[in-house]
C-alpha cells in the first residue's frame, strides 16, 4: 500500500478545488461529524468542526452552478489544510484521492491512543493481508490461495492509499475500479463473522468451507487472526466513496465488521481447514529457467521457472530427472523458455510443480519477453528468495 507522506510532519495533499465537487465534500464533511450551520440552504452550507477548533469555518457552496462556487471552495480546502481537527487531513485525502474508506481500529491493553509499534505493524500486515485476500478473491474463488494471484492482489495494492493514525489505520481504494475487490472483503467477512458465530453455537465447521463462496480463504482467516491477536476488540468500517455511490446490493446500511479474542480458535480451526481442502491443480506451464541445482552431476536436480503462462504464481519449483534437468540447463543458457506439465501443490504455497513430465523446450510468444522483464523487476523489488 502507498503512504501518504514520509516520517515526520505530515505532508498535506491539497486537491484542485476545480475538480471538487461541493456534494461530496459535504457528505464527507458529514460523515466526519462536521456540523452544518445557517446560512441559505438553496446557495452555500457553513460547516465546523465537531471538536475545538474555532478558528476552523468552511463556506461550502450548495452546487458548482454558482459564479463564486470555485472560490469558496479553493478557501475550504485552504482551511482544512490549516485546521487543528484531526478529521480535515481525512476529509482532505479522501478528496484528492475519491476512493471508498476502509478503517481498521484494534483497542489493546494500555493508555487509551497509545500504539506500540509491534501493534502498528500488526495492525498495517492484517490490512494489508484482507486486501489482498479480497483482490483475489474479487478474481476467483479458493480456499487457499498460496503465491496465486499474488501479482494481481499487489497491483491493487499499489493503487490503495494507507494513513496511520495512533491505533487505527484508514485505507483509501480505488473506485469504481477498485470495487470488486472491496465489495467482495465485505461480503466474505460478513459470511466469515457468521461462520465463527455458528461454529461457536453448534460445534461444527462445515460454515467455513461453505463460506468459500462469499470469498472466505485461509489468507482472509488468517488476516483477521493477526488483527484480533494481542487486541482486546478489533473494527473494520467501511464508507462507499460519496463520488462513486454506494455499491449495488448494500443500500444504506452501514458496514462494521467486529472481531474479538474470543474468535481465535473457531479462526485458527477455519484456516487449518480450508487450506487443507484445496485441492492440487494439474496446469502445464511456460516458463524460463531462472535458477539450476542438484547435488549429484548425473542425477535428479531442481529448476526454478520464471512462470510467463499456465499458472498465476511467479514462480515454481519442479524436480527434475537426469534427462530433463540437462535440457533445462541447455535452456537457461540459450535463453528459450521451457513447457512442462504438472501438479501444482498447494503444500508450500502453490509454488511447486510435482510429477513433472514432457519438458521440452519453446519458442518466445508475444508478449512473453515483457512479462519476464516486468517479473524480473517484481523480483528485484520484493528482495526475491532462497533456491
Given at each position: 500500500m502507498t503512504p501518504p507522506h514520509a516520517p515526520g510532519e505530515?505532508?498535506?495533499?491539497?486537491?484542485?478545488?476545480?475538480?471538487?465537487d461541493p456534494a461530496v465534500l459535504a457528505t464527507l464533511l458529514a460523515r466526519h461529524g462536521w456540523v452544518r450551520r445557517g446560512g441559505p440552504a438553496a446557495r452555500y452550507g457553513r460547516w465546523t468542526p465537531p471538536d475545538d477548533d474555532p478558528g476552523t469555518s468552511?463556506?461550502?457552496?450548495?452546487?458548482?452552478?454558482?459564479?463564486?462556487a470555485v472560490d469558496l471552495l479553493a478557501d475550504a480546502v485552504t482551511a482544512l489544510s490549516r485546521s487543528r481537527s484531526p478529521s480535515a487531513r481525512s476529509i482532505l485525502l479522501a478528496l484528492a484521492v475519491p476512493g471508498d474508506e476502509l478503517r481498521w481500529h484494534r483497542e489493546v491493553p494500555g493508555p487509551a491512543g497509545t500504539a506500540p509499534w509491534e501493534d502498528a505493524e500488526r495492525l498495517g500486515r492484517a490490512a494489508r493481508g484482507m486486501l489482498a485476500a479480497g483482490a483475489k478473491a474479487g478474481r476467483t474463488r479458493a480456499a487457499y490461495f498460496g503465491a496465486r494471484l499474488d501479482t494481481w492482489a499487489d497491483d491493487f495494492l499499489d493503487r490503495v492509499l494507507v494513513v496511520e493514525q495512533g491505533a487505527g489505520l484508514t485505507a483509501y481504494t480505488p473506485a469504481p475500479e477498485g470495487r470488486?475487490?472491496?465489495?467482495?472483503l465485505v461480503r466474505a467477512l460478513e459470511a466469515l463473522r457468521d461462520a465463527v458465530d455458528y461454529r461457536r453455537v453448534s460445534g461444527g465447521p462445515e460454515a467455513f468451507e461453505n463460506a468459500v463462496q462469499a470469498g472466505v480463504s485461509r489468507e482472509l482467516v488468517q488476516s483477521v487472526e493477526d488483527l484480533v491477536r494481542g487486541a482486546t476488540a478489533a473494527r473494520l468500517a467501511v464508507a462507499w466513496s460519496p463520488a462513486a455511490g454506494t455499491p449495488g446490493g448494500f443500500g444504506d446500511r452501514r458496514v462494521v465488521l467486529d472481531f474479538s479474542p474470543g474468535d481465535l480458535p473457531a479462526l485458527a480451526e477455519a484456516a487449518e481447514l480450508l487450506e487443507s481442502i484445496e485441492p492440487a491443480v494439474a496446469v502445464t506451464v511456460v516458463g524460463v529457467v531462472v535458477r539450476l541445482k542438484r547435488a549429484d552431476p548425473t542425477g535428479p536436480g531442481t529448476a526454478r521457472l520464471r512462470v510467463l503462462a499456465g499458472a498465476e504464481v511467479r514462480e515454481l519449483k519442479v524436480r527434475l530427472p537426469d534427462p530433463d534437468y540437462r535440457l533445462a540447463v541447455e535452456a537457461h543458457l540459450g535463453g528459450v523458455p521451457v513447457r512442462v506439465t504438472g501438479r501444482l501443490e498447494s503444500r508450500g504455497g502453490f509454488r511447486r510443480l510435482t510429477r513433472s513430465h514432457g519438458l521440452e523446450l519453446c519458442g518466445w510468444d508475444e508478449g512473453d519477453r515483457e512479462r519476464l522483464l516486468k517479473g524480473l523487476h517484481d523480483g528485484l523489488r520484493d528482495g526475491g528468495d532462497g533456491p
Open positions: 505530515p505532508e498535506r495533499v491539497l486537491p484542485d478545488p476545480a475538480t471538487v468552511l463556506l461550502v457552496p450548495a452546487g458548482d452552478g454558482f459564479d463564486d470488486a475487490a472491496v465489495t467482495t
